[in-house]
Nanobody, 127 residues
Framework: QVQLVESGGGLVQAGGSLRLSCAAS????????MGWFRQAPGKEREFVAS????????HYTDSVKGRFTISRDNAKNTVYLDMNNLKPEDTAVYYC????????????????????WGQGTQVTVSS
């Protein structure tokens, strides 16, 4: 069992930066691939970024490549999403998710493959 709590969201102007954190409790964080997803009003939840359990592999949706960076600290049971050059279209509720997996290298972009989800943190980017 993994419990996930996101933090770090807020209101920022376009071009600004935020760092989201997702703290995990439970014994399986280090054996889980982690992902960030977001959901804007009236839209489906979409993939943002993922990281393998060893942190050796990362994957991003095209719209955030070069602007967002996912990382993890297994000693702190925390995954991060550094967001730079934010745009109004990045406005959404951001969720972290965990997928306990036997693979050190796989990353996952499909929401249905994740077993555990946080409650979300709101990110609002003003123009």
């Amino acid at each position: 069992q993994v419990q996930l709590v996101e933090s770090g969201g807020g209101l920022v102007q376009a071009g600004g930066s935020l760092r989201l954190s997702c703290a995990a409790s439970g014994r399986t964080f280090s054996s889980s691939a982690m992902g960030w997803f977001r959901q804007a009003p009236g839209k489906e939840r979409e993939f943002v970024a993922s990281i393998s359990r060893s942190a050796g592999n990362t994957h991003y949706t095209d719209s955030v490549k070069g602007r967002f960076t996912i990382s993890r600290d297994n000693a702190k049971n925390t995954v991060y999403l550094d967001m730079n050059n934010l745009k109004p279209e990045d406005t959404a509720v951001y969720y972290c998710a965990a997928n306990p997996t036997v693979s050190d290298t796989y990353t996952y972009s499909i929401p249905g493959l994740y077993n555990y989800w946080g409650q979300g943190t709101q990110v609002t980017v003003s123009s």
